[in-house]
């Protein structure tokens, strides 16, 4: 085999393999940004349910101290009437 036809094979397998792997490492990001954004979605949902229940309790616990007031209240108006 001549020096030229190693020197050409060497560089016909080296242009296969730098596209192959550019390729596969195109491929890997790809796949790593669509888990990356799956999380995302998954964590975004996971605190907006954490959020909607935090709410939910609050609005519960001052509609109770609301019920509680008003009862004090009336209460105070009845003693203030004696």
Same mark, same amino acid.
Request: charged share 15%.
């Given at each position: 085999?001549?020096?030229e036809d190693f020197f050409s094979k060497n560089m016909e397998?080296? @242009?296969?393999?730098?596209?192959?792997?550019?390729e596969n490492m195109f +491929?890997?990001?790809d796949k790593t940004i669509g888990q990356s954004k799956a999380f995302q979605d998954r964590v975004?949902?996971?605190a907006a349910e954490a959020?909607?229940?935090?709410? @939910?309790a609050s609005l519960q616990a001052l509609k109770t101290l609301q019920e509680?007031?008003?009862?004090l209240?009336? +209460?105070v108006d009845?003693?203030?009437k004696k």
């Open positions: 085999m001549m020096p397998m080296w @242009d296969r393999f730098t596209s192959t792997y550019m +491929k890997m990001v975004n949902q996971a959020v909607s229940a935090q709410l @939910d509680q007031v008003e009862a209240s009336a +209460k009845q003693l203030v």
